[in-house]
């Protein structure tokens, strides 16, 4: 749908709807998709100002159409819109009708096997795969540094830029909130194979012309990195890792379960003390013998039906203390 003066504007809605496979033991944290390889996509479809009554039933209707999943409470990401910038095109070609993409992000710990047959739950790392800090030896670190050096040649503003958000001077820290910018660095270095599609050549030949990392249709990557940057800021004040975990959890699982969503290696006894401190679980008395070794005490979301606790819109989110 097109509209609004010579070149015309189109709206694209698009949801992002996340949640952790494969519990107790935290699982990995997965995006709900449709298609595959570079086709992989969001659910997502067009705004029809003329015939749909508002963004979110419209939304709620693709979502469900075309993976069979129903969300619960959903909330606006972000809207992008801006005229002429570099960045992840939601229309690309020749075709350069300015395009708004408005995303929408879902929790759920429903992740059932998707009823269509073109939807998957995807892991979110597979999109961004420099995201995930849990490794310290991981070989896509060095290659993504090489990478991004290349790029910022002599320029001290490129070079302080990709050492900023990559963390690659000695001592520099990484902050898991900035996936976006992150992202969006690579895009404008022609790390990324949206990059080239967008501007309509071919890829980068060499060993560090192409990033891993699963590309996706029209500017989703894009979407799902605000996302998971959403995901990951909300964690330190809002408890939503428990619209994500199991009804009942070990503490090693919750534990588990924010490291998936952070992609970071988290302190355990650290981790336990904040986790008491905030009065956000409670001992349900059973024990979890799925844990692989000794059982391991079962605990709950104490926000679920208690008056005055952490529903009442002032919860504490969960303390993330790395490793060192």
């Known amino acids: 749908m097109a509209f609004g003066g010579e070149h015309g504007v189109r709206i694209s809605l698009s949801a992002v709807v996340m949640a952790l496979r494969d519990p107790p033991r935290g699982g990995r944290l997965c995006v709900l998709t449709t298609g595959a390889g570079e086709a992989t996509a969001l659910p997502s479809g067009p705004f029809d100002p003329a015939h749909d009554r508002t963004f979110e039933l419209t939304l709620r209707a693709f979502v469900t159409a075309q993976t069979g999943f129903r969300p619960g409470f959903v909330e606006q990401l972000y809207t992008f819109g801006d005229a002429g910038r570099e960045s992840p095109r939601a229309a690309p070609g020749p075709d350069r009708a300015r395009e708004i993409s408005v995303g929408y992000l879902a929790l759920t710990r429903e992740a059932a096997t998707a009823d269509a047959a073109e939807a998957h739950w995807t892991p979110v790392l597979e999109a961004f795969p420099w995201e995930d800090r849990r490794d310290p030896k991981d070989p896509a670190r060095a290659l993504i540094a090489e990478a991004l050096r290349d790029w910022a040649g002599a320029d001290a503003r490129r070079l302080a830029r990709a050492e900023g958000l990559f963390a690659l001077a000695p001592g520099a820290r990484w ?47 894009r979407i799902l990195a605000t996302g998971l940057g959403r995901l990951r800021s909300k964690l330190k004040y809002r408890p939503v890792l428990f619209e994500l975990a199991p009804e009942t959890f070990t503490l090693s699982g919750l534990q588990s379960a924010a490291e998936a969503v952070a992609g970071l290696p988290l302190h355990k006894q650290n981790f336990r003390r904040g986790v008491e401190r905030t009065g956000l679980v409670e001992a349900t008395g059973r024990l979890s013998a799925a844990t692989g070794g000794r059982p391991a005490e079962l605990f709950r979301f104490t926000g679920a039906d208690r008056e005055g606790g952490p529903n009442d819109g002032h919860a504490p989110g969960l303390a993330l203390p790395a490793q060192r």
């Open 175 to 221: 902050n898991e909130e900035r996936v976006l910018e992150r992202y969006e660095l690579l895009y404008e270095a022609g790390l990324v194979p949206e990059a080239a599609r967008d501007a309509g050549r071919a890829a980068k030949a060499g060993p560090t012309a192409a990033l891993p990392g699963l590309a996706m249709a029209s500017d989703h990557r």
